[in-house]
């Protein structure tokens, strides 16, 4: 049997069930006291369920946000969308893996679909730098782009990266220039652009790909100008008080609903959506197809004008008097 993660806020909640299922294989046919026992520690572990993935904290969204288990681009790619054709290469230097670009169909609508891909196993994250793409990476994405704004094809991204890569050979190759120009390239598309946050999305790896004009989030998913380890290591010199900083991000789908940068948030099951894959596969389908359908109608002059406006709007704020 596969032995389960446990993520840091989980370990009371499993010591409980651990301890339950052992009671459970007891025979207590000649011990009532004990049966009893065992029925009010299964009333506890219950409450103790609820109150784990109720209102859980940002720094635990986060881990949520990184279970391993949790479903990736590719598996909502062959779950959602129809007559995938995936390109490869950026036609300058390589084929990154980190970052997956291909034709599909989503409900008889031919689109372009992007986004960041980890590996299910050691070896394939090794191999795709845990989700964090490199230069070569992000013109790949505006390779396909450019394609998608040349045919009129409605533009679909997955975000799932803790950032972009931060290696020596990345920024030699001109990293920083990458995330910029896919940036500028992905706001001026005249194409209908729906952005999913599905796991992390951490700082420019996941902006690079992660504006549009609608933002959807996954409950647990996050977006952020840095991840909580690597903005602890500014502000408290020590990545330890990622918890700290998690909090201070305003980092959660929740947070990016409330300053108007999220449009939607897409509920998970209780405890995440590696709890119940084709339920999540399901709800993003239906609610980026729903997306499109709003916007596939506008003028492309008009979506690249509220886009802008999209962008402007962000980080405005009002004093009271």
């Not at 370990?11 to 207590?28: C, I, Y």
């Not at 070569?136 to 803790?162: N, Q, S, W």
């Amino acid at each position: 049997m596969k032995s389960r993660f446990v993520m840091e806020f989980e370990r009371p909640l499993v010591e409980l069930e651990r301890k339950l299922a052992e009671l459970r294989e007891l025979n207590v046919s000649e011990n009532p006291e004990l049966a009893v026992e065992i029925s009010d520690l299964g009333r506890q572990v219950e409450r103790l369920h609820e109150e784990t993935y109720t209102n859980l904290a940002p720094w635990a969204r986060v881990q949520i946000s990184r279970h391993p288990d949790r479903p990736k681009t590719q598996d909502y790619v062959d779950a959602c969308f129809d007559d995938v054709i995936e390109l490869h290469g950026d036609r300058h230097f390589g084929d990154d893996e980190a970052m997956m670009t291909s034709l599909a169909t989503l409900a008889g609508r031919r689109v372009a679909v992007i986004g960041h891909r980890k590996g299910k196993n050691t070896k394939e994250n090794l191999r795709r730098n845990f989700g964090s793409p490199q230069p070569e990476g992000f013109r790949k994405a505006m390779r396909l782009m450019r394609l998608a704004d040349k045919f009129a094809l409605p533009i679909v991204t997955f975000l799932d990266t803790p950032g972009a890569y931060p290696g020596v050979e990345a920024e030699e190759r001109g990293q920083a220039w990458a995330i910029a120009e896919s940036l500028a390239l992905l706001s001026g598309v005249r194409v209908p652009v729906v952005v999913v946050g599905i796991g992390e999305g951490g700082s420019g790896g996941a902006l690079a790909i992660g504006f549009g004009d609608r933002l959807i989030m996954l409950e647990n998913a996050y977006y952020s100008v840095s991840s909580p380890e690597a903005c602890a290591s500014i502000l408290y010199k020590d990545a330890a008080h990622a918890c700290d900083a998690a909090v201070s991000l305003k980092m959660t789908a929740a947070d990016l609903l409330h300053f108007g940068i999220a449009d939607e948030i897409v509920a998970e099951p209780l405890g995440g959506a590696h709890h119940d894959h084709e339920a999540m596969f399901s709800a993003v389908g239906e609610r980026v197809n729903a997306a499109l359908n709003e916007l596939v109608g506008e003028e492309p002059t008009d979506l690249v004008e509220k886009r802008y406006e999209r962008l402007r709007a962000i980080g405005v704020f009002e004093e009271g008097a």
